[in-house]
């Protein structure tokens, strides 16, 4: 209510009636945003970087960094092909910014994450059919996952968990069983119609401060 969002406030049953391909326990409640999505992130990146470069902002790409440090009259940042001198550095390092930070004593916890797409064995989790993005809150975690828009399938993953990592230059994500697993009970006990045929697999970080 605080910022006048349109949501819709269900029980389990409502909630099935209005997409028959979820289950959940008749004593869990809903709710609907109907006004909420997803971003493609790799076009939201995009987008960003052409705003800056309009702005002004000097672009290099495939240069990784080595070092920085400050001094009295600014910063210098030495990478694989050159060094630059700046009044003020931002660092947006994602997960590795823990490896950059820590000399600070900024504590930052990484866990890896996996994400998994899976073909449907229903029309109806198309995202042209109105099948929603959704978020699972269940005694076995939390799992979240986004309509079919292509011909991978759906995704899901579990939001809860996540092994701690060190993450390696190239940020390589070996597969988990146990996630894997609990992923899988997840759709069997509350989207059914989903076949267990694994299509992708990806991974990701989540930073924790």
Known sequence: ????LPIDRLTMREAENRFPLIRGESSWSAVLEKDAGYLCVEACVDAHL????????????DEPVLDWKATSSGVIVATAKATYSADRLVITAG???????????????VLRK?????????EGFHETA???????ETPDGCFYGFPERDSLGLKV???????????????AHPRDAEDQRLVERFMRDHLPAVSLELTRTEGCYYTMS
């Open 157 to 171: 993953a579990r939001h809860s968990g996540g092994r701690r990592v060190m993450v390696s230059e190239d940020g």
């Open 50 to 61: 052409q705003s800056a470069k309009r702005m002004g902002a000097q672009l290099q790409f």
């Open 130 to 136: 109105g099948f929603p993005c959704f978020f699972f």
């Open 114 to 122: 996996h994400l998994y797409w899976y073909r449907i064995g229903a």
């Open 1 to 4: 209510s605080r910022f006048h």
């Open 95 to 109: 997960p590795w910014a823990d490896q950059w930070l820590s000399r600070y004593g900024v504590q930052l916890r």
